[in-house]
C-alpha cells in the first residue's frame, strides 16, 4: 500500500509525543463544523482505551443554523498515543445508544438568497448579509429561525415533505405524529430532542413537520458520521468523496482543488451497519489521527434516498487500537455478521462439507478459505465511488482489479451507503490474503464461530 497524503502538522500541538494515553475520554464538545488538524484535539487516549461521548444530531439542526459552517455538529477530535501518518486506527464500536425522545426530518431545498456557493457550509443572512449568523429560534414554524443581529428569517433551507416521529421508551419503535403533536413537542424541542448541554444548533423540531402521520418505523441506530481528521480544513459533511465535490472551486473561504480531495477520510459514511459491533479501520492523515463522531441516525434505508432522515442525539462508546505501517486511503469496515450480503456470509461446515465432495468429484482437493471484509468508497456518483471502492480493495489485498471485481460479483455485493456516492465493496477474501495485509486477527474476531 502506498500513501500520497500529506504530512500536515496535527492540531494536538501541544500534545504530538504524549507520555501516556487515557484509559477513557469523556467527549461533550463540538466544532463548528469545520475539522482542521491546526485546532486543539482532546486526550491523548491510549492505544487499546475508549473513547465515550455524547453526540448531537446532525443534517437537519446544523443545517438552519447558519453559525455551524459544517452542515453537521460533530465532536471535537480526539488524539490516539502512538497514532502517526501512515497507520490506520481499528475503532470497535462497543455501544450506542439514543438519547432524543423524537426528532424531525424530511426532504428539503435550499432557499436563494441565504448562502455563498453552498448552504451547508456557508449560510448568509438574505437582510444583513452576514455569513455565518448566530441565530436562535422565535416560536415554531419554518420561519422561526432568526438571525441575532437582524431579526430576519435566516435558515438557509426549508422542508417541502417533513414528518415529526416519537420514539418509545425503549426506542426500538417509532411513529409520525400528527400536526397537533408535533407543534406541542416544536414548543418543548430542548426536552424532545435532548440536545448536549454544549451543542449549539437550533433543534429541527421547531420545524414541526406533519406531511406523514401515523407511519411505524423500527429503529437499529448508527453513526453517520465516524472517522479520522483530515489533513487539511475541511467541513464535516463534506468530508467525503461525494459531498465533497461542492468545495471545489467554491467560492467560499473553504474551496478547494479536485486534487486537494485526496486530503479527505471519508468520515461521513451515512452507511447503516456502521452501528454497535461493527469494526471501522480508519487512516491516519495527521498524527494523533484524531477520531471524532457524528450525525447518530435512528434509522435508514440503503442509500438514505431523501438526502436526510431521523437524526438524533445519543451516547456512544468506541475501543481504538493502533495498526502500524497502514497506509489506507479510506475506511475498511467489517460489519456485524448478520449486515453482511448474504453472498458474503461465511460458509457452515455443513456448506463446506459439500463445497468438499463437489469438489472432489472433480479432482479437486483443496478449497479455498475465505473471511468477508468491506472497503468502502466515494466519488461524486455512484459509479465512480464503485471503482474507487474496488481500486481500495486491489491496493489493500495486493489482488488484480479483474479479481475483485470477481469476487464482489460471486461472494458479495456492491452496497450503496448514500446518494450519490458512498458504496461498500463487500466480499470473501482467501485468509492468506487478509493475513498478508495484517487484517486477519480483526476479521477472525468479528466472525469468529459464524
Not at 425522545?101 to 448552504?119: M, V
Not at 448508527?222 to 461525494?242: R, V
Not at 438524533?312 to 449486515?339: C, F, M, R, S, Y
Request: aromatic letters at 6%; hydrophobic letters at 40%; proline letters at 7%.
Amino acid at each position: 500500500m502506498s500513501s500520497t497524503f500529506s504530512t500536515q502538522s496535527s492540531c494536538a500541538k501541544a500534545a504530538s509525543t504524549p507520555s501516556s494515553g487515557q484509559e477513557t475520554v469523556f467527549v461533550d464538545q463540538y466544532v463548528d463544523g469545520i475539522l482542521d488538524p491546526d485546532r486543539p484535539m482532546l486526550g491523548p487516549v491510549r492505544d487499546g482505551g475508549y473513547i465515550v461521548s455524547k453526540t448531537a444530531p446532525g443534517c437537519w439542526g446544523p443545517m438552519i443554523t447558519p453559525a455551524i459552517r459544517g452542515g453537521h455538529e460533530v465532536t471535537q477530535p480526539v488524539f490516539v498515543e502512538g497514532a502517526e501518518v501512515g497507520d490506520a486506527i481499528v475503532i470497535r464500536i462497543r455501544e450506542i445508544a439514543i438519547t432524543s425522545l423524537a426528532t424531525a426530518s424530511g426532504t428539503g431545498e435550499a432557499i436563494a438568497g441565504r448562502f455563498l456557493g453552498d448552504p451547508f457550509v456557508a449560510g448568509r443572512c438574505p437582510q444583513c448579509q452576514t455569513l455565518y449568523p448566530e441565530t436562535s429560534a422565535c416560536g415554531i414554524g419554518q420561519t422561526s429561525i432568526r438571525c441575532s443581529k437582524c431579526g430576519a428569517d435566516a435558515s438557509p433551507f426549508r422542508m417541502n415533505n417533513g414528518y415529526t416521529i416519537a420514539f418509545d421508551q425503549d426506542r426500538t419503535i417509532g411513529v409520525t405524529l400528527p400536526a397537533a403533536a408535533a407543534e406541542a413537542i416544536g414548543h418543548d424541542a430542548q426536552r424532545y430532542s435532548a440536545l448536549p448541554e454544549k451543542s449549539k444548533q437550533n433543534s429541527i423540531l421547531v420545524f414541526a413537520p406533519h406531511d406523514l402521520v401515523g407511519v411505524v418505523c423500527r429503529l437499529r441506530p448508527f453513526l453517520g458520521q465516524l472517522g479520522t481528521t483530515p489533513s487539511i480544513p475541511l467541513p464535516d459533511s463534506h468530508n467525503a468523496g461525494d459531498f465533497g465535490q461542492f468545495l471545489i472551486g467554491a467560492p467560499h473561504e473553504f474551496g478547494i482543488t479536485e486534487t486537494q480531495l485526496q486530503h479527505r477520510t471519508d468520515g461521513h459514511l451515512d452507511i447503516d451497519s456502521v452501528r454497535q459491533g461493527a469494526i471501522l479501520i480508519c487512516p491516519v492523515k495527521v498524527p494523533g489521527g484524531g477520531i471524532y463522531m457524528g450525525d447518530m441516525h435512528a434509522l435508514q434505508g440503503d442509500g438514505e434516498i431523501a438526502g436526510h432522515t431521523c437524526d438524533v442525539a445519543g451516547t456512544v462508546k468506541l475501543q481504538v487500537h493502533v495498526l502500524k505501517n497502514w497506509p489506507i486511503d479510506g475506511p475498511v469496515l467489517l460489519p456485524v455478521a448478520e449486515d453482511l450480503p448474504y453472498l458474503a456470509c461465511p460458509f457452515s461446515p455443513e456448506e463446506r462439507s459439500r463445497a468438499l465432495a463437489l469438489s472432489r468429484s472433480f479432482g479437486l482437493e483443496t478449497l479455498e478459505e475465505s473471511l468477508p471484509i468491506s472497503v468502502i468508497g466515494t466519488g461524486a456518483d455512484l459509479n465512480q465511488a464503485t471503482d474507487n471502492g474496488l481500486e481500495r480493495a486491489a491496493q489493500l489485498l495486493s489482488m488484480p482489479l479483474a479479481e475483485v471485481r470477481n469476487r464482489a460479483t460471486m461472494t458479495g455485493a456492491i452496497e450503496i451507503g448514500r446518494l450519490p456516492g458512498v458504496v461498500q465493496v463487500t466480499c470473501l477474501v482467501p485468509v492468506g490474503r487478509l493475513e498478508q495485509c495484517g487484517l486477519l486477527p480483526f476479521v477472525k474476531e468479528q466472525y469468529a464461530g459464524q
